[in-house]
């Protein structure tokens, strides 16, 4: 699912491109949600076409010699307050997606950039969830200026690998 804590693994940097989807990525972009999560192609192609057409979201992907390695969104989520819990409705990064050959080389860390980019100019904050296994993400979005908020939240059809969430949030600074 998502990558195994090496704190001290750092592969080689790579000269990559992050940019925003287009409808010719969809298919690499779903292949590699399918090759993550499992699932169905077509359901993930098809959710991220979602994704894509709607100017409320975001999507981008990250290419490497001229292949496309991953993806990430980010968009405006709202929670039915009666099966929500001590969760707010806001801008919200929507997952990293990285192939497996490509990790820890930064792909990710610009993959988040881009979204805080995109968001700085919308909002004066943006949330964030995982899983709290993931060590990997959670010090990644740290090191970028998130904080948790808490541990005791509910998102609904959201479960968590080990059970636990980390719901955190991060400042925006005000455009100048």
Known sequence: ???????????EPVAA????????????????AQQRNGGERGTWRSRLAVD????????VVVEVDGEVVGHAGAGWLSFDPELAVNVKDGWYLTGVVVAP????????RRLVQARLDW????????????AAANQASLRLHRELGFS??????EVPGVSFTGGVG???????PTPA
Request: net charge negative; glycine share 4%; aromatic share 8%.
């Open 17 to 32: 491109l992050v940019r925003l989807a287009t409808e010719m990525d969809l298919d690499a972009c779903a292949d590699l």
């Open 52 to 59: 894509l057409a709607d100017p409320e979201k975001l999507l």
């Open 101 to 108: 050959s490509q990790r820890r080389r930064g792909l990710g």
């Open 119 to 130: 968001l700085a100019a919308r909002a004066d904050r943006a949330w964030y969830f995982a």
């Open 1 to 11: 699912m998502f990558a195994e804590f090496e704190p001290d693994a750092h592969g």
């Open 148 to 153: 948790e908020v808490t541990r005791s939240f």
């Open 166 to 172: 980390v719901l955190c949030v991060h400042h925006l």
